[in-house]
C-alpha cells in the first residue's frame, strides 16, 4: 500500500526522485542519501495546533502525521522521546545570553537520542515485513536498535567497533542482539554492514543511509517548538558525527514550517570535536566531504567520514548557522558543567553540544541577546571511564570519626 503521506525519495544531490520501495536506501542514479519528501496539504488535514492540543500522546508518536509510517501498531512498548526542555536562567545569566535551553534526550528508553531514529526505521522494517535487521554503530544507534526490537520475534544484528565503550556493549548483550565486533574503527563497522545487508537481505538502520533515520530525529524539532509554544530559539546547537542529528533537526523545523506552525527557522551550530571535524572543515570550505581521522573520547562523535555529511552541510548553510569544534579537555569540562550547572549527566558526545555554546559565546558568534537550545544526546553512565577523567577520586577513610575530621576540612 502506498503511503499518502509521502510524494517521493528525493536525492541529496541529483534531485532524482524514487518511489518509497521496500529495499530502497539511496540513490539509484549516484548513491547519495535519499530525503523523504511529504505531501503536506494531505497531512495538513491530519495535523493541527488545535488537534495537538487536545492529543493525549507525548511520545513521539503524537506527530505521526509527519512520519514515514502508516500506524503506530508496530511501536515497540517503550516511552520515546517526548523528553524535557529545561529553561536554565541561571546558566543563561552566567554565561551571558538571553535564555538557554537544555534538551535532555538521555532520559530515552536506551538512554541517548538515537531511540528517535531506531523507532521509525523499526517500524518500516516491520511495515515491510523484514525478518532480520542490522546496523552498525559507535554504541549508541545500536543500543537503541537492540532496546526497541527487544521484544520483536526479528533478529537484530549489530556490528560496533571493538573501541565501544563497555556498558554500550552491555546494552546490547541484555537487550539480545547478536553482537558483532569489528576489529577497526566505526567506518568499517558500517561498511561491513552494508556488504552484509546487501549480501544477506538483512533491513539496514545505518545512519544516514537509511532515509528514515532522519525522519525520527527530526521528532526533537517538533517537541522542542511545541515545549517553547511554537516560538523558535535563535540557535540549536547539535552535537555532530555523521551528520544525522543535525539533518534531522533542520527537516523537523522545515517541516513545521511548510505546515506554517512556525514562521521562523533557527539557526544550526553543528558542534564537532576537534579532530573528527569533517563537516567543519566541509563547510568551511568547499562543502566536500573528506575523511579526517576520527579521534576522540566521544567515541559517539568520533567518525571519519560523516555518513549524513551532505545533508549535514546543507542544513547548516540553509539554516544560516555555522560549524564550531572543540578539544576532548573541553568536552570533558562540559560533562561537569553540565552536570553542575543543569543536574544532567551526560556521556562526552551528549554535552558537546554544551562546549560548542561556550565557544560560540567565546568567539563572539552568539550574541548576548540570543536565546540558544543544546541537545544533550546520551547519558553519561554510558561511558563511566571518561567522566571519571574530569573528576577527582572519592575520598577513602577507615570508619571512624577522627579520620572523617582529618578530611573534612578539606571537603
Ligand atoms: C550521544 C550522541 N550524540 C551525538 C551523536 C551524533 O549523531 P550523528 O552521528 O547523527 O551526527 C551520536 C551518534 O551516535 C550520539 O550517540
Ligand atoms: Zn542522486
Known sequence: MKNRKIKSLKCISCGEEHEQKK????????????????????????????????????????????????DTRYKPPVQIGGSPLYDNDTLARSMGIRKLYLKDDSRNPSASFKDRASAVAMVNALENNEKVLCGASTGNAASSMSCLTSTCSTKTIIFVPQSAPKAKIAQLLVFGASVIMVKGTYDDAFDLCIEASKEFGWYNRNTGYNPYTREGKKTCSFEIAE??????????????????????????????????????????????????????????????????????????????????????????????????????????????????GAGIFGEPAGVTSFAGLKKAIKTGEIKRNESAVVLITGNGLKDIDSAMKCVGEPFLIKPELKALKNIIKKI
Not at 28 to 51: G, P, T, W
Open 227 to 340: 515545549q517553547l509554544h511554537w516560538n523558535v530559539p535563535d540557535r540549536v546547537f547539535v552535537p555532530t558525527g555523521d551528520g544525522n542529528i543535525l539533518s534531522g533537526i533542520w527537516k523537523g523545523f522545515k517541516d513545521l514550517y511548510a505546515l506554517r506552525f512556525i514562521t521562523k527557522l533557527p539557526k544550526l551550530i553543528a558542534v564537532q570535536a576537534q579532530y573528527s571535524n569533517a563537516v567543519q572543515k566541509a563547510f568551511d570550505s568547499d562543502g566536500r566531504i573528506r575523511p579526517v581521522s576520527g579521534k576522540t573520547i566521544a567515541d559517539s562523535i568520533s567518525v571519519s567520514f560523516p555518513r549524513d555529511g551532505d545533508a549535514a552541510v546543507q542544513a547548516i548553510r540553509e539554516s544560516n548557522g555555522s560549524a564550531v569544534t572543540v578539544t576532548d579537555d573541553e568536552i570533558l569540562k562540559a560533562i561537569k558543567d553540565v552536570a553542575r
Open 23 to 70: 529495499g530502497l536506501y539511496t540513490c539509484k542514479k549516484c548513491s547519495s542519501n535519499l530525503e523523504v519528501i511529504y505531501d503536506y496539504s494531505y497531512i495538513k488535514k491530519r495535523i493541527s495546533k488545535a488537534k495537538l492540543r487536545k492529543n493525549r500522546t507525548f511520545d513521539i508518536w503524537r506527530y505521526e502525521a509527519l512520519l514515514p509510517i502508516e
